[in-house]
């Protein structure tokens, strides 16, 4: 009659894709070690066609796909349709399983069950992780319900009804793959934190390059970084972070407050890494977590201006910002430069 897999707020919530999977390793300690050797890489890219700024880290998209502690099964809607009369027996057998869902469906539903609003319509990615027969209910996540990442019961016919709102041409599962990615955790796995792999990858931050071997088997849809003058990784990110603030003073359109929660999350990480790595002594106890958690406090306050900015609807504080983002910049280089020096290997 009830069913609900563990879960734990996750480290970072910018995107949807990330949120879910932290939220199941959040609740496996041992999963950690995998964590804090990933999430180091910056991207960025502008979306000419829509003159905005769209900002991730990686693992990307498919972030699930590349950890080992869980087992994904991507199965396609015209599958379950063929199998299932209905897809809430489908849901309850795979968490009867032990299996996550992420998937995409119409929130729409759920967001007016939620806060008694009722919204235009809303595809976006959801995860599902646990089920309440005597009280009708699903067990969901997202941040699409209360402005922020949150875990929600929700009627099981709403999400039923969001699900089948959805097309196979209009559903933008990872990276257009369309369907529904079942997550497992895999008990059975063993992982250490890697210090060459985190070397690697700062140092790759550091340069801006972000074109070594490893960074591109993590990039599955080439269009959407490094496209000529479009992109950026790393350090260099900044640059068209700038450029996009600018563009905010000759237009109210391109707000988008996912921009600097990205880069608010990506410090977030790294701040858990440096405490992470000094508790393991992979780092000696110098004052690392202190000035990480400057330049994560830093990136927070930059985030609430740049909220600030976009909740009145004009660029009056573009200038502030970017002055306070080029600092962080400067004060990130510096302190990753430190640490780079310092990883013990």
Same mark, same amino acid.
């Given at each position: 009659m009830k069913k609900i897999l563990p879960v734990n707020y996750p480290i970072a919530t910018s995107w949807p894709w990330h949120a879910g999977l932290l939220s199941i390793l959040g609740a496996y300690p041992a999963a950690d070690s995998w964590v804090h050797s990933n999430y180091i890489q910056l991207i960025g890219s502008i979306v000419e066609e829509q003159n905005i700024l769209v900002m991730d880290f990686m693992p990307g998209v498919v972030d699930y796909l590349l950890c080992p502690w869980i087992k994904p099964q991507f199965i396609s809607r015209e599958y379950i349709a063929r199998h299932y009369d209905n897809i809430k027996d489908f849901f309850i057998e795979a968490i009867d399983s032990d299996a996550y869902i992420f998937a995409v469906i119409n929130q729409q539903y759920a967001v007016k069950?939620?806060?008694?609003?009722?919204?235009?319509?809303?595809?976006?990615?959801?995860?599902?992780?646990?089920?309440?027969?005597?009280?009708?209910?699903?067990?969901?996540?997202?941040?699409?319900?209360?402005?922020?990442?949150? %875990?929600?019961?929700?009627?099981?016919?709403?999400?039923?009804? !969001?699900?089948?709102?959805? $097309?196979?041409?209009? @559903?933008? /599962?990872?990276?257009?793959?369309?369907?529904?990615?079942?997550?497992?955790?895999?008990?059975?796995?063993?992982? %250490?934190?890697?210090?060459?792999?985190?070397?690697?990858?700062? !140092?790759?931050?550091?340069? $801006?390059?972000?074109? @070594?071997? /490893?960074?591109?088997?993590?990039?599955?849809?080439?269009?959407?970084?490094?496209?000529?003058?479009?992109?950026?990784?790393?350090?260099?990110?900044?640059?068209?972070?700038?450029?996009?603030?600018?563009?905010?003073?000759?237009?109210? @359109?391109?707000?988008?407050?996912?921009?600097?929660?990205?880069?608010?999350?990506?410090?977030?990480?790294?701040?858990e890494r440096i405490i992470f790595m000094t508790e393991n002594k992979l780092l000696d106890n110098s004052d690392y977590a202190e000035d990480i958690y400057k330049i994560k406090e830093l990136s927070y306050k930059l985030r609430n201006l740049y909220l600030k900015m976009m909740i009145s609807g004009k660029a009056y504080l573009v200038n502030e910002i970017v002055d306070g983002y080029k600092d962080l910049c400067k004060k990130e280089e510096q302190f990753l430069g430190r640490v780079y020096n310092a990883i013990k290997i």
């Open positions: 069950e939620i806060i008694g609003v009722d919204p235009e319509r809303m595809p976006h990615e959801i995860l599902i992780y646990g089920y309440d027969l005597e009280h009708n209910k699903f067990n969901i996540a997202d941040f699409n319900f209360r402005k922020k990442y949150s %875990f929600e019961e929700v009627d099981i016919e709403n999400i039923c009804k !969001g699900y089948c709102d959805i $097309g196979i041409d209009e @559903d933008f /599962i990872a990276h257009r793959r369309e369907g529904v990615v079942l997550l497992t955790f895999n008990k059975d796995t063993r992982y %250490f934190f890697d210090s060459i792999l985190v070397k690697k990858h700062i !140092g790759s931050y550091l340069s $801006g390059s972000g074109t @070594d071997y /490893i960074t591109r088997m993590m990039v599955t849809d080439n269009t959407y970084v490094y496209n000529n003058d479009l992109g950026r990784m790393g350090i260099n990110t900044y640059e068209l972070l700038y450029d996009h603030l600018y563009s905010l003073c000759n237009s109210n @359109d391109g707000f988008d407050w996912r921009i600097p929660h990205v880069i608010y999350d990506h410090k977030n990480l790294m701040s």
